[in-house]
């Protein structure tokens, strides 16, 4: 049976999480990028561009032989905890956090890369270290290139469908996301439930996004 | 040529190759004013980065006082955060989210709150910033930026001052009010100040000592009625 305010209050909650995931890790990742010159730095920049050139469905297969009970880092979480994350809602979490990455990372690699080294090197000659020059410095200075990675990576992740869909499954009441719940409502010839589920995500989204428009052009 | 000074306060003697360029400068000041005089391209600003440890030169040595910042054959070279050199940059580079306050203060925000406001306001009589400090950069005035950026220099007591081209944004009869002021601010603090320009004149107005460099060498150094 399809639920469709547990589904909105899942997708809310995955999109959250992933956003909390991703800021970090993306920000991270981007400055690593825009600022350190390392070996395999161009690899890695391809890697982190891939889930978004990549359809859904194969990074969702990437991730199976990686988390699955029998994967390459699966087996060991299983040996270590009786715990697997295929068909929980945690794995549409690592889902949504693989597939709305890359777009953390591009953003925010912008971001910090329009951001003049000049500042940097004043703050080194102020004797800040590289951690409190990049908090006190990199950070406000590319805070809006950052502010809009991560409203662009929250209605990514809530509209992930496919990877979600093969390493969660789609199980109503506990892995049923919204875009799945549409997905099966059209699927079953439920069309009305399926227009309410479409305007209930469409009105979300909405929501989400002038709100965070609102607070960014105060800002 | 090269040609050494005096052995007191400061010595460098570094070479660096850059695409299209091999710095090898040697010179040692005993503190006051130097100016580094060259035309534009000749290693004046990658000097100043030496100095400062934003650029790790090929070999030589850099010594502050007693203070070796860098040695390349007994493999020392401090990191900008450990030789207290105060920079001000050629687009003075204040911080643009922060008001004039907290740029003076950025690089003593560890001290006690008692000792910044002290060292504030000591700076702030120092270089007339009177009515300022709330004030963010985008509405101070260009004269105003270099003052605001020489303070936020100063407060950490740097044992070294390095300006690169500090007036080139002005007009000229802010250069030389700016020009007498820095001279003023130089003779109180008892720091070795070394100033990049490419104006002969501010080389003569401001200069104890004159290093005139050409394609990353030492052409001559010396008193400006000497060189210049």
Known sequence: MIDPWFSLRLSLLVALLATAVVSVAGTALGFLLARVRFPGRDVVDTLCTLPLVLPPTVVGFF????????????????ALTGWTPMFTWQA????????????MVRTSRGAIESVDTTFEKVAYTLGQSG????????LPLSSKGLAAGIVLTFTRALGEFGATLMLAGNIPGKTQTMPLAIYQATQTGQDDLALGLVMLMTITSFGVIFWTNRIGSKW | MVRAISINRLQAKLTHKLSGLEL?????????MIVLFGPSGCGKTTTLNCLAGLISPDSGLIQVNEKMFFDSQARINLSPQMRRVGYVF??????????V?????????????????????????????????????????GGQIQRVALARALAPEP???????????????????????LCRVQASLEVPVILVTHSKEEARQLADTVICMEAGKIRAAGSPAEVL
């Open chain 2, 90 to 99: 050629q687009n003075s580079a204040l911080f643009p989210h922060l008001d």
């Open chain 1, 131 to 138: 951690l409190s020059t990049f908090f006190k410095v990199t």
């Open chain 1, 92 to 103: 549409a979490v690592i889902a949504a956090v693989v597939i709305a990455l890359p777009i």
């Open chain 1, 63 to 78: 991730l199976l032989c990686v988390f699955a009970r029998r994967g390459a880092l699966g087996q060991y979480l299983y």
């Open chain 2, 24 to 32: 090898r400068v040697d010179f040692a000041v005993e503190g006051g």
């Open chain 2, 159 to 181: 044992q070294l001052l390095l300006l690169d081209e500090p007036f080139s944004s002005l007009d000229m009869d802010l250069r030389s009010q700016l020009a007498e002021e």
């Open chain 2, 101 to 141: 306050r907290r740029n003076i203060l950025f690089g003593i925000d560890d001290w006690n709150k008692e000792k910044q406001k002290q060292k504030l306001e000591y700076l702030v009589e120092l270089v007339h910033l009177n009515g300022l400090l709330d004030r963010r950069p985008d509405q101070l005035s």
